[in-house]
């Protein structure tokens, strides 16, 4: 009984000090919400700048990409 007490405890132990490293690495990387926004942004005004200059020719390629697959 005093065998499992120790191991039961030592685990306990071991257990308390990897969740403390876990909850020290999560406070440490927070990641770059800032610039994962900016690249978002970015990415959004790069779509809206090139659909507005090549929309037609966009139109034009998925509608003949969607013909040669819908032809047997």
């Given at each position: 009984?005093?065998?499992?007490?120790?191991?039961?405890?030592?685990?306990?132990?071991?257990?308390?000090?990897?969740?403390?490293?876990?909850?020290?690495?999560?406070?440490?990387?927070?990641?770059?919400?800032?610039?994962?926004?900016?690249?978002?942004?970015?990415?959004?005004?790069?779509?809206?700048?090139?659909?507005?200059?090549?929309?037609?020719?966009l139109k034009s390629?998925?509608?003949?990409?969607?013909?040669?697959?819908?032809?047997?």
């Amino acid at each position: 009984m005093k065998i499992t007490n120790e191991l039961t405890s030592k685990a306990s132990a071991r257990l308390q000090v990897a969740c403390s490293r876990v909850i020290e690495k999560s406070r440490e990387e927070r990641g770059d919400v800032p610039g994962w926004v900016l690249v978002t942004v970015m990415t959004a005004g790069l779509v809206v700048a090139v659909w507005s200059v090549a929309d037609g020719q966009l139109k034009s390629v998925l509608t003949s990409a969607l013909r040669s697959v819908s032809r047997p």
